[in-house]
């Protein structure tokens, strides 16, 4: 079989430090390519996360500390790159932070918009502002979303708006940069067993779902994620683009109410 070798190539992910980017960090590195971290919130141990790297053999990552949200932040972080490297090949807008809302009385303008600062603006001014600064638009844009536009999620109501509204912007984009020779795509991820999803829904909720009937393989790990946007920006896919790509093993087609009471039926 064919291996992925992106030797030359540089990659920014933003939010790289830990869940879904880090797997996707490690898994572009290991392929080869000099990968970009940003990171922002709760400690961050760099050594500890620099021999992930040193483990596969790959070059120790640029972290970069910048707050997604925060112009001033993000055009520092663009100097900081051009010292580094003549160009991003692949970006991967991964960071996401949205207020948690338990009714129609917690929602405020003011979080909604900074939820989409935090977890879509990023995508097109990161891919604009590299464009700018480098001269020339990754090869490869890729945005991380959620099952979340398409499911209900008890106080999930601004991450899922956020998320739509990315994938929505990524669809344009694609066509946007067409020209420039980018692929722009989505990977929208059903369940993740990362912290921040334990964070968001309790440490039981994976233990449930497996009483339920699913199967413990079903359930989507970081590296199967990092994976999935290794093979986007790995050349072998550069027909797909303008896509919304779902990657959750199938959990979602039959994760039904009946299917609860089916198996539930049968053990009775």
């Given amino acids: 079989m064919v291996g992925v070798d992106l ?5 920014l992910i933003t939010g790289g430090t830990k869940g879904i980017g880090l ?20 400690s961050v141990d760099l050594s500890k996360l620099a021999g992930k790297f040193a483990a596969l053999g790959a070059p120790t990552p640029g972290f970069h500390q910048a707050d997604a949200a925060e112009e001033r932040d993000t055009e520092r972080l663009m100097e900081e790159l051009s010292g580094s490297t003549q160009g991003i090949d692949i970006f ?4 996401s932070f949205a207020l948690r809302t338990q009714s129609l009385e917690d929602y405020k303008k ?3 918009f900074k939820t989409l600062e935090y977890s ?11 464009k700018a600064r480098f001269g020339r638009y990754p090869r490869y844009v890729v945005g991380i979303s959620s099952d979340g536009p398409d499911h209900f999620y008890k106080g999930y109501d601004f991450v899922a708006a956020a998320k739509a509204l990315l994938e929505f912007f990524s669809r344009y984009l694609s066509v946007h940069l067409l020209a420039e020779g980018s692929r722009v795509n989505v990977l929208r991820f059903g369940t993740v067993d990362t912290e921040s999803f334990r964070a968001i829904f309790g440490q039981e909720f994976f233990s449930f779902i497996r009483k339920q009937g699913a199967a413990g393989g079903m359930i ?4 199967d ?15 797909v683009n303008g896509q919304i ?13 009946m299917m609860r009471y089916l198996n539930q039926m049968e053990k009775e």
């Fill in 220 to 223: 989507l790990q970081p590296q």
């Fill in 92 to 95: 991967v807008s991964n960071v």
């Fill in 225 to 239: 994620c990092g994976k999935a946007v290794l093979a986007l920006c790995s050349g072998w896919l550069d027909a």
């Fill in 110 to 112: 003011r979080s909604l």
């Fill in 23 to 42: 797997a996707s960090a490690l898994a572009l590195a290991e392929a080869g390519a000099r990968v970009f971290l940003t990171y922002k919130w709760g």
């Fill in 120 to 130: 879509t603006w990023p995508l097109i001014d990161y891919t604009r502002r590299i």
């Fill in 245 to 257: 790509i779902s990657v959750d093993y199938g959990l979602p087609f039959q994760d039904n109410s």
């Fill in 7 to 11: 030797s030359g190539k540089t990659a």
